[in-house]
T-cell receptor
């Protein structure tokens, strides 16, 4: 069975700090990877996704993620966070033959103004 | 387009009561999903429906049943609610096999 690990459960940053959230997945075959964001009181929204091609993926709101196959990682980055980035972030994987997403436990990000 | 809609938004049940959570999507998606979200555990798949007329168990199906009523609607039923089912429930839908899943606003369920 697939699994996704997000090692940082809570992250607190000041505005303008750089962000990197870790994500590791377990599936060894072809995999699709996603980052979702959940703002307080809202539903999940897709930030970015990786299916194939360039391992550096750019998403909305200045976020990017890098797929490193050798490390089974898909870390999320943003060079300068804003207070409005306060949210919970979920990494998810899906094997290429499957129809289901496997989610990590989530990382709560708080950005102090 | 409303996207994915869920009713109700909030619900409080007593142990042993039953209820049905409703989900509908207007994006003509084939696949629909029910997840539960618990603190520190991310989202866990309860059931999914790859197409109209089919349903399959996910990671945590015990205590739940589902019905894919038609292409638009996918309901989740708790026959005899238990406190362990206190959670936030999200419905999602997806189009082609590799397309992203779109989520509904969630239902916050408390079982006393």
């Amino acid at each position: 069975a697939q699994s996704v690990s997000q090692h940082n459960h809570h992250v607190i940053l000041s505005e303008a700090a750089s962000l990197e959230l870790g994500c590791n997945y377990s599936y060894g075959g072809t995999v699709n990877l996603f980052w979702y964001v959940q703002y307080p009181g809202q539903h999940l929204q897709l930030l970015l996704k990786y299916f194939s091609g360039d391992p550096l993926v750019k998403g909305i709101k200045g976020f990017e993620a890098e797929f490193i196959k050798s490390k089974f990682s898909f870390n999320l980055r943003k060079p300068s966070v804003q207070w409005s980035d306060t949210a919970e972030y979920f990494c998810a994987s899906r094997n290429n033959a499957g129809n289901m997403l496997t989610f990590g436990g989530g990382t709560r990000l708080m950005v102090k103004p | 387009n409303a996207g994915v809609t869920q009713t109700p938004k909030f619900q409080v049940l007593k142990t042993g009561q039953s209820m049905t959570l409703q989900c509908a999507q207007d994006m003509n998606h084939n696949s629909m999903y029910w997840y539960r979200q618990d603190p520190g555990m991310g989202l866990r798949l309860i059931y999914y429906s790859a197409s109209e007329g089919t349903t399959d168990k996910g990671e945590v199906p015990n205590g739940y049943n589902v019905s894919r009523l038609n292409k638009r609607e996918f309901s989740l039923r708790l026959e005899s609610a238990a406190p362990s089912q206190t959670s936030v429930y999200f419905c999602a839908s997806a189009g082609q096999r590799n397309n992203e899943q779109f989520f509904g606003p969630g239902t916050r369920l408390t079982v006393l």
